[in-house]
């Protein structure tokens, strides 16, 4: 009977890492996020403004924003 209290006991350790590391994965993207956050702050207005309308570009040209104004004629 004591192995399947040890091994209960260990399981649930075991549940215990993996929730943490879990709860440390979530501050991780969250630290990643606020990190960007911060950078852009950095940024006078004039290249934070810059930067925006450089990815805003390249985002419509990959289709990951609709176009401005309709579709533009290739070529």
Do not use: H, N, V
């Not at 350790?13 to 929730?19: G, H």
């Not at 004039?46 to 309308?53: H, L, P």
Request: proline share 1%; aromatic share 2%.
């Amino acid at each position: 009977m004591a192995e399947r209290s040890s091994g209960g006991i260990a399981a649930e350790r075991l549940k215990s890492f993996i929730e943490r590391i879990e709860r440390l994965e979530e501050e991780k993207r969250a630290l990643k996020t606020m990190r960007q956050i911060i950078r852009i702050r950095r940024l006078d207005e004039q290249d934070r403004d810059e930067q925006e309308a450089l990815l805003d570009t390249y985002m419509r040209a990959l289709g990951m924003l609709p176009q401005r104004g309709g579709r533009r004629a290739a070529g």
